[in-house]
């Protein structure tokens, strides 16, 4: 609003200017000196009619690039190679930096003998015994077994001698604990090949398996850890800064670097609220840039946010460029053009016929032969028309050429 007051002051002092220029005797003073009398002046008028709003209301906002992407170390550590340099054009995917990297290597092969170990225990323990380890289990029972029969004959030997006291009773019990040790030794030597025979417990088995997982676990965590010491590009771009050097320590979330993406550009302004109902039926709008003067380009609607910024009582608005020229950068001022659409029908007319009276605004019309002034109350601006909220009347006889008149001055409508 205060720029369309100060473009309309500036058509007030134009209209002063050419007011006291019309007062010599050049040949733009408005009196055919050979069709009126000295006292007449002949004046174009144009009748005035209420309509629709047009034109186009203007908002400033910021080109932006779609994605700008800081690369930082999740891990931290020595910077062992940097693969960029600041303004470069890099593709997703580029490796840019290495940090740690080397000793993030050794704990993944030390992971991977781990993952080996546990699955050669489990493998052992799903297949069972070898064949082997059952025939040395056989030939031990076997050999108990005979030891017991041995000890057994001999107990028998040894108790009819002691029954007849033909030995002492410390032999007779020495012979008896012998069978007892040899009977225990079958009964281990039995279960023994009992145990060769049906393999592992399904326990031991069932904790092998729990060592293989979470070994593998371990090597997946440390292939990841390999992973992020390996940094990216996370899309297409340009490459914005280089802060580091090779053999610098960083720490955990230092930026090192940013990708800015320019071939997605959008545009960042704030949209008040009275105009939101635009976008309704509107999705595509034209902006210029204030660094390409001249030409104008396309964009359209990609987010507009659901609240209020409560500062500015505008809503934040994102319009996706429709091809991005590569002349444009993030940051540049644009001007987007917002159609006039809605709204109650009102009078409309051009600026330049604006006049000055007891330091009243108004217009001049044609009434009865005479001039006659009427003070206006001015509305909004549009494309060099100014809005007439009171004062003028629908079909009125606006003078267009008002330079010198005052009330009560006779006028002759040019034909």
């Known amino acids: 609003m205060y720029s369309s007051i100060l473009k309309i002051a500036f058509f007030l002092v134009i209209g002063l200017l050419l007011s006291l220029y019309g007062c010599g005797e050049g040949p733009e003073t408005g ?26 209301i203007e908002y ?64 052992k323990m799903e297949k069972g015994s070898r064949p082997q380890e059952i025939q040395i289990a056989t030939s031990v029972l076997k050999e108990a077994e005979a030891a017991l029969f041995e000890a057994e004959k001999n107990y028998t030997r040894i ?104 071939e997605k550009l959008k545009i960042n302004l704030s949209l008040g609220e009275k105009d939101i109902h635009i976008l309704k039926n509107h999705k595509r709008f034209g ?21 209020a910024d409560r500062a500015t009582r505008s809503f934040p608005l994102e319009l996706m460029v429709d091809k991005a020229d590569p002349r444009m950068a993030d940051g540049m001022t644009v001007r987007v053009k917002f159609p006039v659409v809605g709204g109650k029908k009102s009078i409309k007319v051009p600026s330049a016929w604006l006049s000055e009276e007891e330091g009243k605004i108004g217009f001049y019309v044609a009434k009865d032969g005479k001039a006659l002034f009427k003070k206006v109350t001015l509305g909004a601006y549009y494309d060099n028309r100014v809005e007439i909220l ?6 009125d006889q606006v003078i267009t050429n008002p330079a010198g008149l005052k009330t009560g001055d006779s006028v002759e409508i040019r034909h």
């Open 390 to 395: 009171t004062g003028l009347g629908d079909k």
């Open 287 to 307: 902006f210029s840039v204030d660094a390409i003067p001249g030409e104008e380009f396309s964009s359209q609607v990609f987010f507009l946010s659901p609240t």
């Open 31 to 56: 009196v055919d000196k050979k069709g009126a009398s000295p006292k007449q002046r002949l004046v174009n008028i144009s009748p005035v009619s209420a309509s629709l709003p047009t034109g186009n």
């Open 60 to 123: 400033v906002g910021v080109l932006t690039a779609r994605r700008k992407v800081k690369i930082s170390s999740e891990l931290g550590g020595i910077i062992e190679g940097l693969y960029f340099e600041k303004g470069e054009k890099v593709a997703a995917g580029k490796l840019l930096a290495e940090i740690g990297t080397s000793t993030v290597r050794l704990q993944v092969r030390e992971a991977a003998a781990g993952v080996d170990a546990a699955r050669s225990v489990l493998k």
């Open 159 to 262: 108790k009819g001698l002691h029954n007849i006291q033909a030995i002492s009773g410390s032999s007779y019990d020495a012979a008896e604990r012998q069978v007892g040790t040899a009977k225990a030794r079958m009964e281990s030597a039995k279960q023994r090949l009992v145990l060769a025979l049906k393999g592992p417990r399904i326990e031991d088995i069932k904790g092998a398996r729990a060592a293989l997982a979470q070994a593998e676990a371990a090597l997946a965590l440390t292939k990841n850890r390999l992973k992020k010491s390996m940094l990216r590009a996370p899309c297409d771009g340009i490459i914005a800064f280089r802060n580091v050097e090779v053999g610098e320590v960083i720490g955990v979330g230092t930026p090192i670097t940013e990708v800015v993406e320019l």
